[in-house]
């Protein structure tokens, strides 16, 4: 059974920093696209970040870029968001996802159960 | 960056009727990179759809998706009380964007 198990969230100050982590079991953690969703309290989905097998190729939100950094232990079947220069519209439950495992199926297959991140201004 | 709105905001109906949910995208999008999520309060999403009209696993047969270009739909044939939540369509196009979601609610 896939499990993809969040921690990290925190309430940190605005211009802080944060870094969430995703344990990913029940598959081949190392060959899998995976990604970074976030809801705003109230709000709708927002994709964030995706990292490609092997970690040297990701995506970002235009939203998040040069701000955060997703990347990769396959040793630890674990990945990570490195969050910087927080700001208030950050606040969000930050959810961890496996993408379809079919070629070209882009889209997102198993969830975790998501972790919050609350910014103070 | 593909715009979805999904319509209407809120569908008010009944156990056993018919729900009728729609995506329209701001340009074509390739019907594999389409598709749909139930989310419950307090739960992550869940894949209910991929490629426009293919059911995830696990996912019962009231639920189908259709729809091509810039027009899909997801309809639930006869809702079941579990069925009552937010439904949110997904496209790949460079990027990954959500619609604003759909919330089916008990009448």
């Known amino acids: 059974e896939v499990q993809l198990v969040e921690s990290g969230g925190d309430l940190v100050q605005s211009g802080g920093s944060l870094r969430l982590s995703c344990a990913a079991s029940g598959f081949t953690f190392s060959t899998q696209w995976m990604h970074w969703v976030r809801q705003a309290p109230g709000k709708g989905l927002v994709w964030v970040s995706r990292?490609?097998?092997?970690?040297?190729?990701?995506w970002y939100a235009d939203s998040v870029k040069g701000r955060f950094t997703i990347s990769r232990d396959d040793a630890k079947n674990t990945f990570y968001l490195q969050m910087n220069s927080l700001r208030h519209e950050d606040t969000a439950v930050y959810y961890c996802?496996?993408?379809?495992?079919?070629?070209?199926?882009?889209?997102?297959?198993?969830w975790g159960q998501g972790t919050l991140v609350t910014i103070s201004s | 960056e593909i715009v979805l709105t999904q319509s209407p905001g809120t569908l008010s109906l009944s156990p056993g009727e018919r729900a009728t949910l729609s995506c329209r995208a701001s340009q074509s999008v390739t019907s594999i990179y389409l598709g749909w999520y139930q989310q419950k309060p307090g739960q992550a999403p869940r894949l209910l759809i991929y490629g426009a009209s293919n059911r995830a696993s696990g996912i019962p047969d009231r639920f189908s998706g259709s729809g091509s270009g810039t027009d899909f739909t997801l309809t639930i044939s006869r809702l079941e009380p579990e069925d009552f939540a937010v439904y949110y369509c997904q496209q790949y196009n460079s990027s990954w964007t959500f619609g604003q979601g759909t919330k089916v609610e008990i009448k």
């Open positions: 990292i490609a097998p092997g970690g040297t190729t990701t």
């Open positions: 996802a496996k993408e379809h495992p079919t070629p070209k199926i882009r889209v997102l297959e198993n």
